[in-house]
Every structure is written in C-alpha cells, then in structure tokens.
C-alpha cells in the first residue's frame, strides 16, 4: 500500500513539473514572441503553446515510424510455411489480385493452419482441407478487423478472440469454437509481425500491389 502511495506521489509530482516546465517554456517563447510582434503576453503564450505541441507531436510521429521496407526471406518462408501448406496461387486469381491484402491472407492462414496442427484440430468431422479452407477464412476476416482500426498504436494493430467473433457476426458469419477462434487469434497476430506488415497496417497499403508472391520458392 505504501509503495503504491509513493508512486502516485511520484507521478504527480513528475506531472506536475512537466506541466510548470511546458508552462515556463511557453511563457518564455510568448515573451520573445511579442518583442517582435504585437501581441499580448496570453496571446503569445497560447501561441508558443499550440507551435510547441504541434512539434512535440510530429516528433513523436516521426520516431514511431514504420521501419524501412525489407524483403522476405525465402529460408525464413520455408521455415515458417513447411510444406504441404496453403500455397501463395490460393490467394488470386489475376496479377492484379497480388496486393499486400492477398499476402497478410497468405502468411495469415498459413500461420492459422500451423496452429492447427500444432493444437491437434484434425479430426474425423474437420479434415486437412476443411481445415485450410477454414484458416483462410479467418484469415480474411483477420484482415477486416485490421482494416477496420483507426488508431496506429500496437494494439490497434493485433486482433483477439472477441474481435474475431465480432467480425464474423457482422459479416453474417458464425462464429467457429473457441479452440479454432483462439488458434486462429495467434495465427493472424503473428502474421501482423512478419516482414513488411507492420508498414503496411500502419500506412493502410492493403490494396497496393506487391511483388512478394513473385519471389521464386
């Protein structure tokens, strides 16, 4: 109890200081403000306030940044997508069809039907093909949840069981049981991590084409 005292202490003073801090720098850039303009010292201050705040914030954009656009590695997809997996040619139709969306489905299912197997979800009733047909599936509704964010901060960029299901209800779909939705949650979270997804969910590049599906297995 008295830890937890000591920190809200802490934070409030910490709070406080940045806020005295941000007030006297705003009120020392006002004053060289109306040295040479013909403002009043409120005016100016509010002024250094709104400049200060907006550079704080394209600062604090331009550190958060995506990293730069990489290549993925063919050792890394075979590592990842063993074989017998979905294969890239399940996810369009036409070269235009080769968009960043169609490759989060690629490595999404893929990664959706490793954790199936890895769960044991064969069965007498679910087969190897239903299985893949049903990682797919989620696999797009995955995308949807994604595409749906509005926020940039990592949590807007991950799903969880509850958003799936949500999902799918909207969609007009039923929901699958929990062992499959929870399987599928981790393998479309491990999708956003892989090479150039996070660029891509974060700058909305869904419908861009990609030259991923043409890189030689």
């Given at each position: 109890m008295?830890?937890?005292?000591?920190?809200l202490?802490?934070l409030?003073?910490?709070?406080?200081a940045?806020?005295?801090?941000?007030?006297?720098?705003?009120?020392?850039?006002g004053w060289?403000v109306?040295?040479?303009?013909?403002?009043?010292?409120?005016e100016s201050?509010?002024?250094?306030?709104?400049a200060?705040?907006i550079?704080?914030y394209?600062?604090f954009s331009?550190f958060?940044?995506p990293?730069?656009i990489?290549?993925?590695d063919?050792d890394?997809?075979d590592?990842?997508?063993?074989e017998?997996a979905?294969p890239?040619?399940r996810?369009?139709?036409e070269?235009q069809d080769?968009?960043w969306?169609?490759?989060?489905?690629?490595?999404?299912?893929?990664?959706?039907y490793?954790e199936?197997?890895?769960?044991?979800?064969k069965?007498?009733?679910?087969g190897?093909?239903?299985?893949?047909?049903?990682a797919v599936?989620?696999a797009?509704?995955?995308?949807?949840?994604?595409?749906s964010?509005?926020?940039q901060?990592?949590?807007?960029?991950?799903?969880?069981?509850?958003s799936?299901?949500?999902?799918?209800n909207r969609m007009k779909?039923?929901p699958?049981?929990?062992?499959?939705?929870?399987?599928?949650?981790?393998?479309?979270?491990?999708?956003?991590?892989?090479?150039?997804m996070?660029?891509?969910i974060h700058?909305?590049?869904?419908d861009k084409?990609?030259?991923?599906?043409?890189?030689?297995?």
């Amino acid at each position: 109890m008295i830890g937890i005292l000591l920190f809200l202490v802490l934070l409030l003073i910490g709070t406080a200081a940045l806020t005295l801090l941000f007030l006297g720098w705003s009120y020392l850039l006002g004053w060289l403000v109306i040295q040479v303009v013909s403002f009043s010292q409120f005016e100016s201050t509010l002024l250094a306030m709104i400049a200060t705040g907006i550079v704080v914030y394209i600062l604090f954009s331009f550190f958060r940044s995506p990293l730069p656009i990489t290549r993925i590695d063919d050792d890394e997809e075979d590592e990842l997508f063993p074989e017998g997996a979905i294969p890239r040619d399940r996810f369009y139709k036409e070269d235009q069809d080769k968009t960043w969306e169609a490759w989060f489905h690629f490595i999404a299912a893929n990664s959706i039907y490793a954790e199936f197997e890895v769960n044991n979800l064969k069965s007498e009733t679910l087969g190897e093909e239903q299985l893949k047909e049903i990682a797919v599936r989620l696999a797009e509704v995955g995308s949807s949840v994604l595409k749906s964010r509005t926020g940039q901060s990592p949590r807007h960029r991950s799903v969880t069981t509850a958003s799936l299901k949500q999902q799918m209800n909207r969609m007009k779909l039923k929901p699958y049981d929990d062992d499959i939705m929870d399987a599928a949650t981790i393998g479309i979270n491990i999708a956003t991590h892989a090479p150039m997804m996070d660029t891509v969910i974060h700058t909305r590049l869904w419908d861009k084409p990609t030259g991923f599906f043409d890189v030689e297995d």
